[in-house]
């Protein structure tokens, strides 16, 4: 089975698409949640998510749009993107947001936004991903919330092991390690390469590949200046941070 894993689409719908053209038709779509936020494109990303995706849990500005929750704690400009977007979600698309689960399990993996348990707690370090190893059994765990594409690993001997994918790779799986892989970013990446960051994961190859494409950053960029949002959401898109 192959997995496309998406997560912080962040209302880009520009940089969603380029990342659809780059799957399979047969791969399932797994969405680690923050499809609303920041960006132009709220309901359109919504509904693709929801057309497309087998399995999506709730990120921190999904849970915001439906009810405030932690508005309070958002920069300025996150914090006026998310009135915007709340003022132009649809009934229907609110609805299904607020429908959906902090996260999803199977066998082989687990699907949170931040962490498992604290699902929003950032995880930039090893002591938080051991926090994160010891919350869960999972001997996968798909994460996204800090728009940085990483990898994390548990060795058999209580170890953990960091890799940067700013550039994208493959991650071959090793029996009887653990693994928690950030996808990064679709809509908002913020480890200093603006391309839209996805990853697949083979279930029969024990493979996990980080992909980075190309979309139009101008584009989302005029259409975030056409409603009134900050331009500070504009200008970081073109540096990825």
Not at 206 to 225: C, E, F, L
Request: glycine share 6%.
């Amino acid at each position: 089975m192959r997995y496309a894993v998406v997560s912080d689409v962040h209302s880009n719908i520009d940089a969603l698409d380029a990342v659809f053209d780059s799957i399979r038709d047969d791969d399932a779509l797994l969405c680690l949640g923050d499809i609303v936020g920041y960006g132009p494109n709220p309901n359109e990303c919504v509904e693709k998510i929801r057309a497309r995706a087998t399995a999506t849990v709730l990120g921190n500005h999904d849970v915001a749009a439906i009810d405030n929750f932690g508005l309070a704690y958002f920069n300025p400009a996150a914090r006026e993107a998310m009135k915007w977007t709340q003022s132009v979600l649809t009934p229907e698309n609110l609805a299904w947001l607020d429908g959906l689960g902090y996260e999803f399990r199977m066998p082989d993996f687990l699907l949170v936004h931040g962490a498992p348990v604290n699902f929003f707690e950032y995880i930039l370090d090893k002591a938080a991903a051991a926090r994160a190893f010891a919350a869960t059994d999972a001997p996968l765990i798909f994460i996204g919330h800090t728009h940085i594409a990483e990898v994390y690993s548990l060795n058999p001997d209580g170890t953990i092991e960091h890799a940067h994918l700013q550039q994208g790779g493959e991650i071959p799986l090793r029996e009887s390690v653990r693994y928690l892989i950030n996808v990064g970013s679709v809509g908002q990446p913020r480890d200093l390469n603006p391309r839209a960051s996805f990853g697949v994961y083979d279930s029969a190859a024990r493979t996990v590949t980080i992909h980075r494409v190309d979309y139009p950053i101008a584009r989302v960029q005029a259409k975030i200046v056409s409603a009134h949002l900050p331009d500070a959401l504009a200008r970081r898109l073109l540096v990825g941070r």
